[in-house]
């Protein structure tokens, strides 16, 4: 256990729905990243948070959103689903931007978008 | 930018067999930092080990060692006398030196799916 968590585990929507992902880092950690898993694209990183600013973006569109609250909980909202957005998203936290610290991944959220 | 490359799409061997997974990276920076992740068929993503580009003495943890050689940008994992229960998909990854205060994300290679059969 990584002591990151992500909720839902598991979400069946329909194209053109609005879902949203939820995460909670490591007790301590600061840092909040969420990368897409798909079998065409493999694991990319899509956006990253530090203690509530964003920090770094990767290959999110921009369909997607995500923000990080002053409890360091972060949700990562995907709106106007497509059948392609199927993927597992996963939520990573760190203590520090910077350094040497690696990610602990959550358990991810399986989206099924049908 | 920077890039992982895992050619190796899919091992299998049997049960005590020792297996070595490759990966080669590509960076212009001097300092970066390695990974190697596990992701078995549960689905979460596991740290295994990280390495930084200035230490290239070789770690064994267990079963588990890593050979981390700059001169040909390899960074491979090895498991000795795998086990059924080493079946996963095993991911290299890297990310840059960032200054202090800026960010730092994971770049993934495409992944080694591994199956240890009894």
């Known amino acids: 256990d990584s002591g990151v968590t992500q909720t839902p585990k598991h979400l069946i929507t329909a194209t053109g729905q609005r879902v949203t992902l939820r995460c909670s880092p490591r007790s301590g950690d600061l840092s909040v990243y969420w990368y897409q898993q798909s079998l065409d694209q493999g694991l990319q990183f899509l956006i990253q948070y530090y203690n509530g600013e964003e920090r770094a973006k990767g290959n999110i569109l921009e369909r997607f959103s995500a923000q990080q609250f002053p409890d360091l909980h972060s949700e990562l909202n995907l709106s106007s689903l497509e059948l392609g957005d199927s993927a597992l998203y996963f939520c990573a936290s760190s203590v520090a931007l910077g350094g040497t610290y690696e990610q602990y991944f959550g358990p991810g959220t399986r989206l099924t978008v049908t | 930018a920077q890039k992982v490359t895992q050619a190796q799409t899919e091992i299998s061997v049997v049960e005590k067999e020792d297996v070595t997974l490759d990966c080669v990276y590509e960076t212009r920076d001097t300092t970066y930092y390695l990974f190697w992740y596990k992701q078995p068929p549960s689905g979460e993503l596991v740290f295994l080990i990280r390495r930084n580009s200035f230490d290239e003495q070789n770690e064994i943890s267990g079963r588990y060692s890593w050979n981390f050689q700059k001169s040909t940008s390899s960074f491979n994992f090895t498991i000795t006398a795998s086990q059924v229960v080493d079946s996963a998909v095993y991911f290299c990854?890297?990310?840059?030196?960032?200054?202090?205060?800026?960010?730092?994300?994971?770049?993934f290679g495409s992944g080694t799916q591994l199956t240890v059969l009894p």
């Open positions: 990854a890297l990310t840059l030196q960032a200054p202090s205060g800026s960010a730092r994300q994971l770049t």
